[in-house]
């Protein structure tokens, strides 16, 4: 009995061993910027949902209230919540989505299933016809994806492929009409493609892609939810104010009076939403953006080095679709949530075997992920502009002008010292990839993040 | 008629008219004869790629507007072809700028005359559809002919096909 559980717990380790073996040979030599992003944004979520409702309820309420504003000018009725509480739901959402993103990818089985109703895959067993290219598709996905689930829904032409995880340990590859006309259009193309889902599938960043999808959702209603929740609402409880004030008091009850409340509140209130759409948002979601990029980036770059010609051929597909989608702004917006601009991605595919490339590649997290307080301090500014604007003696230029050298004083500590110790370390961690190879590189890049770090924690 | 049959077409449609999707031929037919939702969301075909993806792919799919007019048309194209009319004659007729022989007007009950004239005016739809998609005017031509002369080769199974795509039920 005992030599039987010696040879079980045996069995176990050499079985922990090979796994361990082969995660080390699957990393990647760009460090995993998404898995490090979700895992800070985890702990900090609670304090940062706390801030994002002080940020806006707080300010908001403190700039509004009667007793810092001129008698008589916002009665603390019913349109002042109107104005006040669609705003702070605004400024939540970035937050609320994020979580539920990530919520999400928790449970990757439900987003599984989920990706699948949407997108309309089916195992290939399903599929009834399966016709010699999409026997050469699998077992080009057999060979360099072992044990990754394929789903199908040849019907979409539009559509390539994507990784998407179907549990903990278990990822499955979409693939679609586009992807077989591709076979035969260009088959160094089509299998650069796989390679590069494959990526994502080795360097098991499909587990935590997909709170991306919340963001692009969000993204892509913009306009509705920034119509309904600001514009509308603004609209309506500036008009209300203006009706207010004018039967309050008759000798104001002119157009000229109301047209004044109408321009200054509504003004104030959109200058609000400015800071909030342009900056607060990109606050929130910029280190995420560049974490998607990241995970992008490595993906093209694993599958220029496993392809003899893998980077020629995801450059084909990108030019063509640059010459495709020339000037398209809505292409421009929608791809920019999810992919890196492809005039970057070109520019780092054409370079991918020289350092630079290597170096850009690895500084776009720590540059997204440092650019959120800037951001962040960008907001507080408008807010506090929008803050004077209402209440004049509150926030006199010279107060905006300190939040934001204020702001820009929390860039550090953490951002700065956790890119710049992952940088330094992830040569030790991944040396088998390339990082192994080219550990001064690393070093010359993350030690002045960790100098900078320690100065600005020692300094504020 | 048997699934075959209906692939069977629908691959040699392909062939045809985009022969970089025959493999998905019979899939994309399938999804046109059960229409609906699924049907108008793969017409709509959007641009922006997913997260974890890579495309979309930038060049449209022919075989989905070549099925699509199909769904719309067919009773008025197996109507004019069961009247006896010369398809690939009119269709020369309309490429030369809608200049009608007798063969394929005179002679004719009116309501034939109008699901011709009906016919030439859908033809015309469909290649500058393909125009609009990127297609030169000679491939635009080039592909109504294709998908006419399969139809028109395979009588019976178009017929069966048509059927099906007004009636949506899928082999």
Redesign the interface.
Known sequence: VRKRGRARVANVVSGAKAAADEMLNDLPDIPPWIWIWTATFMVQLPGEFGKAWFFTSGTLVNTLIPSTLPPGTLPPTWHNAVIIIPPVLIILLPHVSLGLGIAMTALPWLRGRWVERRHRLSPLAAVQRARPTHVEILAFIARIAPDTAVRAYFANSSRIAFAYPLGYRCSAIGIFGGLTRLWHRDRAVAEAVLLHEAAHVLHRDVLVLGSGSALKAVAERWIWIALLLVVMPVTVGAGALSLANSSGSPQQADAFEGLRLLVVYGGSIIAFVVACAFFYTGAVFAPLIAAIWAAELSADRSAAARHTGGAQALLRLLEEEQRQVKGSLWHSLGSGFSHPPSRLRCWLLRRSDQRCALAVALLIFPLGYTASPVLLAAAMSMLNMAAYILSGPVAPPRAIAAGFILGLERIAALELLATGIALTVWPIIARRSAAGRTPALYLALGAPLVALGLWNRLTS | MAESDA?ALAIRIAERVA??????A???L??AIRGGR?WEE?LR???????????????A?L??IVFDWLRQNGPTLLGCISSGLNIILLLRQVAGGGAKSPEATTARPPDTQAAIASLEVSILALQKRLTTQGQSQQQAAAITQGLLEELEAALTTTREVVERLERRTPP
């Open positions: 692939h022969p970089d999707e025959v493999d998905i019979p899939d994309v399938d999804a699924e793969l075909q959007r641009r922006t790629p997913l997260v974890g993806g890579i495309g979309p792919d930038t060049t799919g075989l989905l």
